[in-house]
């Protein structure tokens, strides 16, 4: 479904990332896992157009994604919850989510709001509410709801436990386990790793822009560096 090979991501001279390669499958979830700083963000805005490959490629089913423009990428199947969530704080549940579809026509962005408002009832009740008036937990799920308003084959959840009491962390896991088994594919950039990788079919660590080791969740836990650096055993 989504492939990266050998991506280095670059701000101006200053590489994030050094030959990032990792594949999604269809309806596939892949945790990405790694400190702060280890290049997660990065891969993520290489894959929406929102940072430069300088070197690499970004397929999406055999389709180059690199060099296309961030609408474009959308209309091709994938959607972003940034970190932070991002809401537009001072407009309404309701115009977020139309912000988030506006990829499409008037007949389908009416059937996927309906869609979002019967996955999201919260989101329904408080429609009319300013956006930065909702808590985190529910901006978050704010914030998935808006990517996946234009209905994408691949979804980017960036940090989406970040901040978030230990309730509603659950409460995200699950919302991801929904999505995942519609059969979207969901790469999930993490520092929280035991939740992330409880959640994912694969893993990929992410250490200073590299990939030091990738593979199921349940190898990787049993691995002592992993264990040490990102487990607290």
Same mark, same amino acid.
């Given at each position: 479904?989504?492939?990266?090979?050998?991506?280095?991501?670059?701000?101006?001279?200053?590489?994030?990332?050094?030959?990032?390669?990792?594949?999604?499958? @269809?309806? @596939?979830?892949?945790?990405?896992?790694?400190?702060?700083?280890?290049?997660?963000?990065?891969?993520?805005?290489?894959?929406?157009?929102?940072?430069?490959?300088?070197?690499?490629?970004?397929?999406?089913?055999?389709?180059?994604?690199?060099?296309?423009?961030?609408?474009?990428?959308?209309?091709?199947?994938?959607?972003?919850?940034?970190?932070?969530?991002?809401?537009?704080?001072?407009?309404?549940?309701?115009?977020?989510?139309?912000?988030?579809?506006?990829?499409?026509?008037?007949?389908?962005?009416?059937?996927?709001?309906?869609?979002?408002?019967?996955?999201?009832?919260?989101?329904?009740?408080?429609?009319?509410?300013?956006?930065?008036?909702?808590?985190?937990?529910?901006?978050?799920?704010?914030?998935?709801?808006?990517?996946?308003?234009?209905?994408?084959?691949?979804?980017?959840?960036?940090?989406?436990?970040?901040?978030?009491?230990?309730?509603?962390?659950?409460?995200?896991?699950?919302?991801?386990?929904?999505?995942?088994?519609?059969?979207?594919?969901?790469?999930?950039? @993490?520092?929280?790793?035991?939740?992330?990788?409880?959640?994912?079919?694969?893993?990929?660590?992410?250490?200073?822009?590299?990939?030091?080791?990738?593979?199921?969740?349940?190898?990787?836990?049993?691995?002592?560096?992993?264990?040490?650096?990102?487990?607290?055993?």
């Amino acid at each position: 479904m989504l492939t990266l090979s050998e991506v280095h991501v670059a701000y101006g001279h200053i590489r994030a990332t050094h030959g990032i390669s990792f594949s999604v499958g @269809e309806g @596939e979830t892949v945790a990405l896992i790694g400190s702060n700083g280890a290049g997660k963000s990065s891969t993520l805005k290489a894959i929406m157009g929102l940072a430069n490959v300088a070197q690499g490629e970004i397929r999406l089913a055999g389709r180059l994604l690199s060099g296309l423009r961030p609408p474009d990428v959308v209309r091709l199947g994938i959607g972003l919850s940034p970190e932070g969530r991002r809401v537009f704080p001072q407009v309404t549940v309701h115009e977020n989510l139309l912000a988030g579809g506006y990829t499409l026509g008037s007949r389908a962005m009416k059937s996927r709001l309906e869609w979002a408002y019967s996955r999201f009832p919260l989101l329904k009740e408080r429609s009319k509410q300013a956006a930065g008036s909702l808590s985190g937990g529910q901006q978050q799920m704010l914030a998935i709801a808006r990517a996946l308003m234009p209905n994408p084959k691949v979804l980017l959840l960036d940090e989406p436990s970040l901040g978030l009491a230990p309730v509603m962390v659950q409460h995200i896991g699950d919302i991801v386990r929904e999505i995942s088994r519609e059969g979207i594919s969901i790469i999930l950039a @993490e520092q929280n790793a035991a939740w992330s990788m409880s959640l994912a079919n694969n893993a990929v660590i992410l250490e200073l822009g590299r990939v030091v080791m990738q593979g199921p969740p349940a190898k990787l836990k049993s691995e002592p560096s992993v264990q040490r650096a990102y487990l607290g055993r």
